[in-house]
């Protein structure tokens, strides 16, 4: 059984930085995307960035581009999100997805199977 379990979430003021992680467990398949969502609350679930285990490939979100860095650590199966100068817009709750695959996928929703349970992040003064 695959599971996903984010931590790192908070509070912070704007312009601050977060470091958020998702561990993953259960995982039987070789090839790999790893992927982070955002919901604010009203709106759709949002694509934020995605990695590819093979190759490091990347994809961010044109919202966080510049702000925002992927990063996967094998050993310990973990992906970070890297989250700076963030701003009040950046409040969501974010979701670690992932989905057993050899190619990068797009940041859509219904592309991933497994989910975590979300962690919330507030940016606020």
């Known amino acids: 059984q695959v599971q996903l379990v984010e931590s790192g979430g908070g509070l912070v003021q704007p312009g601050g930085s977060l470091r958020l992680s998702c561990a993953a467990s259960?995982?039987?398949?070789?090839?790999?995307?790893m992927a982070w969502f955002r919901q604010a609350p009203g709106k759709e679930r949002e694509g934020v960035s995605c990695i590819h285990s093979d190759d490091g490939n990347t994809y961010y979100g044109d919202s966080v581009k510049g702000r925002f860095t992927i990063s996967l650590d094998h050993a310990k199966n973990t992906v970070y999100l890297q989250m700076n100068n963030l701003n009040p817009e950046d409040t969501a709750v974010y979701y670690c997805?992932?989905?057993?695959?050899?190619?990068?996928?797009?940041?859509?929703?219904?592309?991933?199977?497994?989910w975590g349970q979300g962690t919330q992040v507030t940016v606020s003064s």
């Open positions: 997805a992932a989905e057993p695959t050899l190619l990068l996928l797009p940041l859509i929703p219904r592309e991933y199977e497994w």
């Open positions: 259960g995982f039987t398949f070789g090839s790999y995307a």
